[in-house]
């Protein structure tokens, strides 16, 4: 299994600033996944993060508005950039444990409201 | 790329019933395919799985099964409590590269005392 501790667990900002989500993962993992959870709705993958390269976004997610840092093989960050109130949403960072196609494990996620 | 369908969005049952969720997946070649509960304001955790090499597994109240063919998968909760009471998500994804874990929309489960 994984311990994974992700943070801040809230916070409310204002439209225009940034927020950095920081996840530490206490094992070394290859990749590091990025979810939205948007109120009452599923999880959508933000970008992959592969230590040692760039992330990777799925389709409508850009590095501009989620820059994302993977220094090391137990870390990595998102940044939500120039916030606006639709950018309010739970973020989620999850690992694998043993590659793709094991399970799955999230951090307890972020809970953000852009005011 | 892979999509899943999730069905029904909400179900409400009594106490001690069965409850089925369906989901259908795009993509032959996903092979694994997850099941998440979450509790409200708790993150997702997994409560059972299984690959493309098998059509049926179980555990205690839980079981999923798989039909290849159709390309859909179901969860099966059996006497169920009001602790099951949560939003379920099924997955899919592929066992190789950097393919994501792909979700449904959820479904959110009711049991009623």
């Known amino acids: 299994s994984a311990v994974i501790s992700q943070k801040p667990s809230r916070d409310i900002c204002q439209r225009g600033t940034s927020l950095t989500i920081q996840c530490q993962v206490d094992s070394q993992v290859t990749m590091m996944f990025w979810y939205r959870q948007q109120p009452g709705q599923s999880l959508t993958l933000i970008a992959t993060a592969n230590q040692g390269s760039e992330a990777t976004y799925e389709s409508g997610f850009v590095i501009d508005k989620f820059p994302i840092s993977r220094p090391n093989l137990t870390f990595s960050t998102l940044t939500v950039s120039n916030m606006s109130p639709e950018d309010s949403s739970i973020y989620l960072c999850?690992?694998?444990?043993?590659?793709?196609?094991?399970?799955?494990?999230f951090g307890q996620g972020t809970r953000l409201t852009v005011v | 790329g892979e999509n899943v369908e999730q069905h029904p969005s909400t179900l409400s049952v009594q106490e001690g019933d069965s409850a089925v969720i369906k989901c259908t997946y795009s993509d032959s070649a996903s092979n694994y395919f997850p099941w998440y509960k979450q509790e409200l304001g708790k993150r997702p955790q997994l409560i059972i799985d299984?690959?493309?090499?098998?059509g049926e597994k179980k555990d205690q109240r839980i079981a999923v099964t798989l039909n290849k063919t159709a390309k859909h998968f179901s969860l099966h909760i059996t006497e169920t409590q009001p602790e099951d009471s949560a939003v379920y998500f099924c997955a899919a994804s592929k066992n190789s590269g950097n393919t994501p874990l792909v979700f449904g929309k959820g479904t959110r489960l009711s049991v009623i005392a």
């Open positions: 999850s690992v694998e444990i043993g590659g793709r196609g094991t399970e799955a494990f």
């Open positions: 299984i690959r493309s090499n098998v």
